[in-house]
């Protein structure tokens, strides 16, 4: 009896073992597989005259939603700002619980080789941008792009993805600006995520 009592408890840590260290390999299969956002900024749709004044007809931003990952990632929430501030003023990240994006149809889909492809008017989406059209445009000024991307993976887990560019006259470019609290990639549980306000409740499964 005490023989097979040994036997049968040796059995059970063996078999917990076992299966934690099935569990660990199932994360590091998920890790190593799941979905990588990132943004590229293919026109910067802030055109600059030889005098330092803005073109306003052409102000056009177009961007991709990249995925470097080796899975598909399903795309389910979108926010982007773009905005003009004083140089007095601070700049503040975005709150992704508190600061809502647009919701995408259910089926936007983002691998290696199919973006997510976003054109938007600076002039006419963007706040303060009118303050561009008074020479010199970007004297004391900062114009900033932020935003965040929530999407899901293959495997029903949750992300999100935040970033934040500001744009330099001098290189015509946008360069990506701020620490951790503008710049992140990190997995969301389904709890953290409070529900869209477009939504009377939260419809996305756990």
């Known amino acids: 009896m005490v023989l097979a009592t040994g036997f049968s408890a040796w059995a059970a840590l063996a078999g917990s073992r076992a299966a934690k260290a099935a569990r660990s390999q199932v994360a590091t299969l998920i890790n190593a597989e799941r979905p990588f956002l990132y943004l590229k900024i293919d026109e910067p749709g802030i055109e600059l005259l030889e005098d330092g ?6 102000s056009r931003i177009r961007y991709r939603i990249c995925n470097a990952g080796k899975t598909p990632a399903f795309l ?3 926010c982007e700002k773009f905005e003009v501030l004083d140089g007095s003023e601070p700049v503040v990240a975005l709150n992704p619980y508190e600061d809502r994006g647009r919701l995408l ?3 936007t889909v983002v691998n290696a080789s199919e973006p997510y492809k976003v054109a938007a008017n600076l002039i006419k989406e963007g706040k303060g941008f009118e303050m561009l059209t ?3 445009a970007f004297t004391g000024k900062r114009v900033l792009f932020k935003g965040f991307v929530r999407y899901d993976d293959a495997f029903g887990r949750h992300y999100i993805y935040g970033f934040q560019a ?4 001098p290189h015509r470019a946008w360069a990506f600006r701020g620490g951790e609290e503008h710049n992140y990639s990190r997995e969301e549980t389904v709890d953290e995520i409070p529900p869209h306000p477009r939504y009377s409740s939260q419809i996305r499964a756990a």
Request: no cysteine; proline share 16%.
């Open 134 to 136: 008074v020479w010199p």
């Open 105 to 107: 149809p259910i089926g």
């Open 76 to 78: 389910y929430e979108v």
């Open 53 to 58: 004044q803005l073109e306003i007809e052409r």
């Open 166 to 169: 500001s744009f330099s006259p």
